[in-house]
């Protein structure tokens, strides 16, 4: 698979939107896809990817998955909300998201609640989360070697990526999974405090 810390160079991993990089003034439509393509374009797989779209917007808006917007215009709330929305989107469905984000929907006009300081906390975790994967990535990818190390094949480089793509997915799906069925304790909880 070549240097690892290539590898690990390339994936872009360190891209989180921080609360430092959002406008305290609150921002057009256009201004906001501006400022999410800027910050997440190294974390593309392709260049003509969008990261954000009018559409993708509208559809969370559509969908509810934040307040509504005032004057057109997209507050401080609504950016950090866009982005755990950006980075939930690739693992779970917008009904899952919806879920997700409905406790701090409803807490945001709670004057008790400090979302800036929660968006901080999640923040730490991706930064703790980027340290974890790092160490993780480097364990499968000597793993994979170990596995492969009695074969004899002539593609065994193009084997090691094989199984560790596979390898990746089938934790990718564990870490799906274990998101899930969250959501689905969120969702009983909801459920018992609406009777």
Known sequence: MGKMEEFLTELNIQKETTTDDLPEIDLYMDQVIQLFEKKFAGAKRQDEEKVLTKTMINNYAKAKLFPPVKNKRYTKEHLML????????????????????????????????????????????????????TK???????????????????????????????????????????????????????????K
């Open 136 to 194: 993780q990535i480097q364990d499968h990818s000597a793993a994979v070697k170990d596995e492969l190390k009695t074969s004899m094949d002539a593609d065994a480089d193009e084997l090691e990526n094989i199984l560790l793509i596979t390898s990746l997915a089938s934790l990718s799906n564990l870490y799906r999974r274990a998101a899930e069925s969250l959501i689905d304790e969120l969702n009983g909880q909801q459920q018992e405090k609406e």
């Open 82 to 133: 866009i982005s755990l929305i950006y980075q939930m989107k690739g693992v779970l469905s917008i009904t899952d998201i919806k879920e997700t984000l409905h406790g701090i929907n409803d807490r945001l006009d709670d004057d008790d609640f400090n979302f800036t300081s929660f968006y901080k906390s999640y923040q730490n975790l991706v930064f703790h989360n980027t340290e974890i994967f």
